[in-house]
């Protein structure tokens, strides 16, 4: 126990590299008066097309009523579209309005420039393994969850 840090640990290291990263982002997302989780959600619009809010909120990690209140925050500033679903009406399919397209495609840049600094102490090798690292942590804990 007497080798026992805080700050050698895992989850308080990640949650700091976290909070280091988000305030990146924030600080680059303020001028566009977006917070990095309606960035996230405009980002995979982007990259996915139209999905149901239920899978949006899956693919961006947020649970049910933090995608709502994202979605409904976006829908209000007209950049991105609710419509009900014609095989199912309880399914609520959202797409990126013209507005929230040009919105979302400008975040491209802004995005790298955020990872840049926050790992800006890596090489790009270490940027790599990194990467590669933390979706192995991720995977791994997915398949445990499912096992």
């Not at 997302?29 to 809010?53: H, M």
């Not at 400008?106 to 926050?118: G, H, K, N, Q, Y």
């Not at 790992?119 to 990194?130: I, K, P, Q, T, V």
């Amino acid at each position: 126990m007497s080798d026992f840090r805080v700050d050698d640990q895992m989850g308080f290291l990640l949650r700091l590299a976290h909070q280091k990263a988000n305030a990146n982002l924030a600080a680059r997302l303020s001028p566009l008066d977006l917070t990095p989780p309606q960035a996230t959600v405009l980002a995979r619009l982007l990259e996915r097309g139209e999905l149901s809010q239920n899978l949006l909120g899956r693919l961006v990690a947020m649970e049910s009523a933090n995608i709502r209140d994202v979605v409904l925050r976006l829908r209000r500033r007209r950049l991105i579209a609710a419509k009900k679903s014609k095989e199912d009406a309880r399914v609520v399919l959202l797409n990126l309005t013209p507005a929230g397209l040009e919105l979302a495609r400008r975040l491209i840049p802004i995005s790298i420039e955020s990872v840049a600094a926050t790992l800006g102490a890596l090489s790009a090798h270490e940027r790599r393994a990194l990467r590669l690292l933390l979706r192995k942590v991720i995977d791994g804990a997915v398949h445990q969850r499912t096992t």
